[in-house]
């Protein structure tokens, strides 16, 4: 029989109790100073426990939970590089869900401070199940300073009706290691193998606030009367004492008897001895003991339902929340996401929670996230209707847009190609090829006319200008060179200042004259002024073959 089937089996036979070892052998129940007992057992049963260790497992297990592999800077899904997601992250074992593995999870570290999580595998060494096993049936060992860690667990024993204390009893003990049984421990100290969870570390505190719950259950148990003696002048038995106490106690005693009209004769009389809730401080004591429990497993006491008088604001109750996932749930997460990225084939595997879910119920902030992104460009609109479960809207959805510019996704490509143009229109006017630049930005194929439109201009004037025939009537064109217009900048002249030695504090110095001449600057313009002329040549549709310059003499 396989190892899931043996425990799988051992579950149906000892549903209540299957794991019976302790966690620590030989450890015994811890009696408070306030004389109740305090185990995970009777932790739970306290309505501020169950709270925190219901909120903690509940929120972090119904965060959605991916597998991924680093390449690099980039975060591949583990389902694009192996084609399917992990099976057992999805369904741990046919016994439970996702949901409830994680809870499982959870409340045994949150209860017992350790969690120990079976490892079923494949002929291949791939996991195929998980399951949560009873910290109290696994114990941890070595056989040497220098080997590695071995794990006892025991499966199918019963355990005492605490369900913490009795050692197994016919049960059967298997040996595994660590590649078969997966240990997360909460708080581990140094050289110990169990970790230390709040109820163990702070049994004290727990006692404390339990004594105050059952001091308040007893004190409306017995109809809100302190208790107290019945004086006797007389002498009386033994038997005579128990039999007075065990009558007054049936008749006045319990919230149905509230009110009720007592008799004592032969003298007797009624003394009360306790304290009454007001004297004891009931609801304060109860009040610390809510606190004082959130404050051990880290939850804000507004996530409790508990009030606090000037704490609950609504700036306040914020602040508590985003203190909450980052003081309390990340953590957690960490520990988890550590665990069982190891469980992956993939070294560069791991599994992640995403904590964005935490804003589900608030549409407000979600959509205003999903606003950001797509204006800073790091998602896009496929990306967020994927987030809200709605279908794609084609391959132009996986376009991410440029900041700044919320424009549709069709018209993405004119924006493109727009500023492709640009770049080619600098770099062709720089110098560049344009056949080569137009390759380089992305640019369709099309036809250059090989210079820009404004050196093409004056030649288009020029050729609608008039025309002359000559002798053997040709047509020429006559265009007017104007006269060449020289500029000269002005001349920068720089005068160093004088320096000027003082020997005695008080010295008068006049101001000296400096007269400085501008420079004459004569520009001849010694350009020959000669005619040109142009002929056109032209084609049978009277387009502009080419244009033939000559210069012509004085005498022409």
Not at 7 to 21: L, N, V, Y
Not at 524 to 538: A, D, G, P, W, Y
């Amino acid at each position: 029989m396989s190892l899931s089937k043996r425990f799988r089996a051992s579950s149906k036979e000892q549903r209540s109790s299957s794991w019976a070892e302790p966690l620590i052998p030989q450890r015994s129940g811890f009696m408070t100073p306030a004389g109740v007992e305090v185990s995970p057992d009777s932790a739970i049963r306290m309505s501020t426990v169950y709270a925190c260790v219901r909120l903690l497992g509940d929120t972090i297990s119904s965060l959605p939970v991916s597998a991924y592999v680093r390449r690099g800077r980039q975060r591949i899904s583990y389902a694009a590089t192996y084609g399917e997601f992990p099976a057992w992250l999805d369904r741990p074992n046919p016994d439970a869900s996702r949901l409830e593995f994680f809870e499982q999870v959870l409340s045994s570290l949150n209860l017992h401070g350790n969690a120990f999580v079976l490892t079923v595998r494949d002929d291949m060494g791939d996991v195929q199940e998980l399951y949560c096993l009873d910290p109290r049936a696994v114990r941890i060992g070595r056989q040497t300073p220098d080997s590695e860690l071995y794990y006892d667990v025991t499966v199918g024993g019963s355990t005492s009706a605490d369900g913490l204390q009795s050692a197994a009893t016919s049960g059967k003990t298997m040996r595994l290691s660590k590649k078969d049984l997966m240990h997360i421990p909460m708080f581990r100290q140094p050289g110990s193998f169990y970790g230390l969870g709040p109820i163990a570390a702070c049994r004290m505190s727990i006692g404390g606030a339990a004594a105050a719950e059952i001091y308040a259950a007893s004190y409306f148990g017995n109809a809100a009367n302190p208790g107290g003696v019945i004086e006797y002048t007389g002498d009386l038995t033994e038997e005579q004492a128990a039999d007075i106490a065990r009558d007054w106690n049936m008749s006045h005693t319990g919230p149905y008897r509230a009110g009720k009209i007592g008799i004592l004769s032969g003298g007797a009389t009624f003394r009360p001895l306790s304290l009454n809730a007001s004297d004891a401080q009931l609801l304060d004591s109860r009040r610390f003991g809510v606190e004082e429990i959130a404050r051990l497993f880290r939850v804000p006491v507004s996530l409790l339902g508990h009030p606090v008088a000037g704490a609950m604001s609504f700036a306040s109750v914020e602040a508590q929340n985003l203190s909450f996932v980052q003081h309390s749930l990340r953590p957690l997460l960490e520990r988890l996401e550590q665990a069982f990225s190891t469980l992956l084939p993939e070294v560069d595997g791991f599994v992640k929670f995403n904590l964005d879910a935490l804003l589900r119920g608030t549409t407000a902030d979600r959509y205003s996230a999903y606003t950001t992104g797509l204006r800073e460009g790091f998602l896009s609109l496929n990306d967020v209707r994927a987030s809200e479960d709605l279908a794609p809207v084609g391959s132009a959805g996986d376009q991410y847009r440029v900041p700044l510019q919320n424009i549709e996704v069709e018209d993405a490509k004119d924006v493109g190609l727009k500023l492709r143009s640009e770049i080619a229109g600098n770099l062709i006017a720089s110098g560049y090829d344009p056949d080569q630049v137009a390759k380089a930005v992305g640019l369709p194929e099309m036809t250059h006319v090989g210079i820009p439109m404004t050196q093409s201009a004056p030649a288009a004037r020029g050729a609608s200008g008039n025309e002359e025939r000559d002798s053997n009537g040709e047509a020429r064109m006559i265009v007017q060179v104007p006269e060449p217009t020289v500029n000269v900048a002005a001349p920068n002249v720089t005068i160093e200042p004088a320096m000027v030695m003082l020997e005695s504090p008080v010295v008068n110095v006049e101001a000296p004259n400096i007269n400085v001449e501008a420079p004459a600057i004569q520009v001849t313009n010694s350009i020959e002024r000669k005619r040109v002329r142009k002929t056109v040549i032209r084609d049978k549709d009277q387009r502009i073959e080419s244009v033939i310059e000559e210069f012509m003499e004085d005498d022409e």
